[in-house]
Structure formats: C-alpha cells, structure tokens
Nanobody, 113 residues
Framework: QVQLVESGGGLVQPGGSLRLSCAAS????????MGWYRQAPGKQRELVAY???????NYADSVKGRFTISRDNAKKTVYLQMNSLKPEDTAVYYC???????WGQGTQVTVSS
C-alpha cells in the first residue's frame, strides 16, 4: 500500500525559501507522475507543479520562476523548492501521485512577517 509523507513546511518571512519533501512508501514510484497542490483558506485546491516519470515539469503561472519541482527515484521522494515566497503562497501543500490520484495529508506553509 502506498503512503505519502510530506515534510518541510513551516513559517517563513516574505522573500524566504522552503523546501518541501514527499517520501513515498511502496515498491512502485518511478513510473508515476508526481505533483504538488495547495489549498489556501477559503479557496479551492490548485495545482502548483507536477513532474512526469521522464522528468518533464509543469508549473502554475503564479509560481513559475520561483518554485522548482524535482524527484529522486532512488529515494522515492519528490521535492518542491520554493523561493521568493509571498504571503499569497500561504496554504496547505499536498503531495499527490497524479497517476493514481493518491493524496498525502498535507503540510502547512505560512508566509508572514
């Protein structure tokens, strides 16, 4: 059975950086497309970024140039490097196995001075 464990969230000042990690258990990881979604208070969940098994990436316009998604198949882990953070990036960030629509529990990111 697959499990996803997110880590790396927290409180950061505007302009700061955080790196989220999502470690997957289970025997299969490398064929999956992995992604990060986020949900801000009172708003719908939105796609932040995803990365395919071949390493192709896609980003929401709001994070292009600031966020970078990457993966380490040997460690069964996907990362989201977030730079130049803004208050509007405040949200719960969810790791997702896009291929099978499987979600992690989420990690809170708060950007505030």
């Amino acid at each position: 059975q697959v499990q996803l464990v997110e880590s790396g969230g927290g409180l950061v000042q505007p302009g700061g950086s955080l790196r989220l990690s999502c470690a997957a258990s289970g025997s299969i990881f490398s064929p999956y497309t992995m992604g990060w979604y986020r949900q801000a208070p009172g708003k719908q969940r939105e796609l932040v970024a995803y990365i395919t098994s071949g390493g192709s990436t896609n980003y929401a316009d709001s994070v292009k140039g600031r966020f970078t998604i990457s993966r380490d198949n040997a460690k069964k882990t996907v990362y989201l490097q977030m730079n130049s953070l803004k208050p509007e990036d405040t949200a719960v960030y969810y790791c997702i196995i896009v291929t099978i629509d499987y979600w992690g529990q989420g990690t809170q990111v708060t950007v505030s001075s």
